[in-house]
């Protein structure tokens, strides 16, 4: 059975500093993506990783994929507040897995 | 605004009464999904159509029925809930199974 585990689950951050949220799983997959859901709010797609050393960025945002080691990260850059957030990683080999989200707060 | 539309937004039910959500979509998706998500779970992925045909149902009590129509509408028919079927539903599609999925707003249950 696919497992997705995301850490840390809950982030304080401030403002200006970097980061990075580790996505680990724990089959094959070739599928990983990133999502951001603000509170009360649905997910909203920011990456889709579809290979091994796949690396975008948007923003302040990071997101890279090893296959091998079956590992995700998503690196954020001189942290504002506007990004406070929780972020979900979701696996997909024909079983999609989200992780449990890491819960990031920044603060000025 | 993510194309996905889900009504109602909000739903408070009785253990003894039927429901139903509904999921439209018209992004031209092949592919949709129930997920739910509770407060101390992972979001849980409950029931997949592709092209409108089931393709996964996650052991998801039979008190949960989907209905798929057309490739464009996602329906959940509930009834006999318990109280710890109170959650956040989320409908999404994708183009299709390998890409990513656009959430709706998703309809907050709680059963009473």
């Known amino acids: 059975e696919l497992k997705v585990e995301q850490n840390p689950l809950f982030l304080s951050m401030q403002e200006g500093k970097n980061y990075t949220i580790y996505c680990n799983y724990s089959t094959t997959s070739d599928r990983l993506y990133w999502y951001r859901q603000d509170p009360g709010k649905s997910l909203e797609s920011l990456f889709v990783?579809?290979?091994?050393?796949a690396v975008k960025q948007e923003g302040r945002l990071m997101a890279s994929l090893d296959t091998k080691a079956r590992l995700s990260t998503l690196h954020i850059t001189a942290a504002v507040h506007d990004l406070s957030a929780t972020y979900f990683c979701a696996v997909d080999n024909n079983d999609m897995r989200f992780g449990a989200g890491t819960r990031l707060t920044v603060k000025p | 605004e993510t194309g996905v539309t889900q009504t109602p937004r909000h739903l408070v039910m009785g253990m003894t009464n039927k429901k139903s959500l509904k999921c439209e979509q018209h992004l031209g998706h092949n592919a949709m999904y129930w997920y739910k998500q509770s407060a101390k779970k992972p979001l849980e992925l409950m029931f997949v159509?592709?092209?409108?045909?089931?393709?996964e149902n996650n052991s998801v009590p039979s008190r949960f029925s989907p209905e798929c129509p057309n490739s464009s509408h996602l329906f959940l028919h509930l009834h006999t809930l318990q109280p710890e079927d109170s959650a956040l539903y989320l409908c999404?599609?994708?183009?299709?199974?390998?890409?990513?999925?656009?959430f709706g707003q998703g309809t907050r249950l709680t059963v009473v």
């Open positions: 990783l579809l290979s091994n050393g």
């Open positions: 159509y592709n092209f409108k045909e089931q393709t």
């Open positions: 999404a599609s994708s183009r299709d199974r390998t890409r990513e999925a656009f």
